[in-house]
């Protein structure tokens, strides 16, 4: 039997309600697969800021290094919204993202066959559609300096930075070629490089980098074009690779493909050992919702589909997150839907059902 230690950060708004069903699902992995997962709690974002001031506690950021990955339940909510705050629930998994190295962010998008009709978008349009979106995460205007506000004469002024280093981006479109080696061996390198000095960078240094795996095709997009092309033709992607900002506003324009966010999973990772395990944040990219917080209507199914990420990517455990991943495909199959992604002829579940679903499935 092995043990696994795991940070829980449930967050705020419907965090807590996601991170529950991941855990009941957990623990039929557990008993099925015969490990033990040894969880701690630690609250942050909004919570942490009501709790203690600051929405990231160092001692947290400390239990995270000792763990074998954080489960990330989501930050924010109108409470903290005062644009001029000084503490943001935002700093949270901005800070844990920095503190721990995670500077890989995956999205896999996947359109469910039987979820086809959801989207906004046509389903023959969507047909096929099976990406996974790598997003820079630790540099580029979000964490350039210099970053700040000020006044002068002329008024109010703000600057951002986006700035990049040649191994920032090496090391990112490594994670991308060797994910697509994996899959249907295709990398758009996403850029910027009629304009910005970073873009130019950014695609002299992934051809570079793209020598190396001959074996895999590479194209390059102008991010405007790329934006454009996911609602075109998405079916034809399989890896994207994308600077932090870009890449932020691409995966939520990419997550209406697949008809809800409350189906997208993420994994955040850093460096990884020889057998490509390492520590990593675990995420839905669906945020707080706290327009539906605490009415059972939350989709579970991206939290406890970022689980199954985390048993593969962190936890080595390859054959545990498939059986949830099918687990899931089985429950949708069986017609059960939260509301989000409820249609003609479907069963309409809260939260908690969805959940017991999926683990009675395992
Ligand atoms: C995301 C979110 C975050 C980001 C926010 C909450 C800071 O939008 O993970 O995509 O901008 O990275
Ligand atoms: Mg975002």
Not at 90 to 101: F, P, S, V, W
Not at 167 to 183: D, G, P, S, T, Y
Not at 188 to 209: F, I, M, P, Y
Not at 323 to 334: L, Q, R, Y
Request: proline fraction near 4%.
């Amino acid at each position: 039997m092995s043990t696994f230690r795991i940070l829980l950060t449930p967050g705020d708004g419907i965090g807590p309600e996601v991170m529950e069903e991941a855990t009941k699902v957990l623990g039929r992995v557990e008993r099925r697969f015969r490990h033990e997962f040894v969880y701690d709690e630690e609250k942050l974002g909004g919570a942490a800021i009501d709790a203690y001031g600051t929405a990231l506690r160092a001692e947290t950021v400390a239990k995270a290094k000792q763990s074998a990955a954080v489960l990330f339940g989501a930050v924010g909510g109108p409470k903290w919204d005062d644009p001029k705050a000084t503490v943001r629930p935002e700093d949270a998994i901005l800070g844990m993202r920095k503190q721990l190295g995670l500077f890989a962010n995956l999205r896999p998008v996947r359109v469910h066959p039987l979820l086809l009709g959801d989207s906004t978008l046509k389903p023959e349009v969507l047909e096929g559609t099976d990406m996974v979106v790598i997003r820079e995460l630790t540099g580029g205007l979000y964490f350039g300096k210099p970053k700040k506000r000020w006044t002068n004469a002329a008024g109010r002024q703000g600057v951002d930075t986006l700035r990049y280093s040649e191994k920032e981006i090496v090391r990112i479109c490594h994670v991308a070629f060797q994910l697509a080696r994996q899959r249907r061996k295709k990398v758009t390198s996403v850029d910027k490089a009629n304009v910005l000095r970073t873009g130019q960078l950014w695609r002299e240094v992934a051809t570079e980098v793209g020598r190396e795996y001959p074996d895999v095709t590479l194209d390059h997009l102008l991010v405007d074009a790329c934006a454009m092309h996911l609602l075109r033709r998405p079916a034809s992607f399989d890896v994207i690779v994308t600077e932090n900002m870009f890449g932020d506003i691409l995966t939520d324009e990419a997550a209406m493909l697949a008809g809800s966010m409350g189906m997208m999973p993420s994994a955040s990772l850093g460096r990884r050992r020889k057998d490509g395990t390492g520590i990593g944040l675990y995420e839905p990219i669906h945020g707080s919702a706290p327009d539906i917080t605490g009415q059972g209507k939350a989709n579970p199914l991206a939290m406890i589909l970022s689980a199954a990420m985390m048993l593969r990517l962190s936890l080595g455990l390859e054959a545990e997150a498939a059986a949830i991943e099918s687990a899931v495909d089985g429950v949708i199959a069986g017609g059960y839907r939260t509301p989000d992604i409820a249609g003609a002829g479907t069963t309409v579940v809260d939260t908690r059902k969805m959940g017991t679903l999926v683990a009675e499935r395992l």
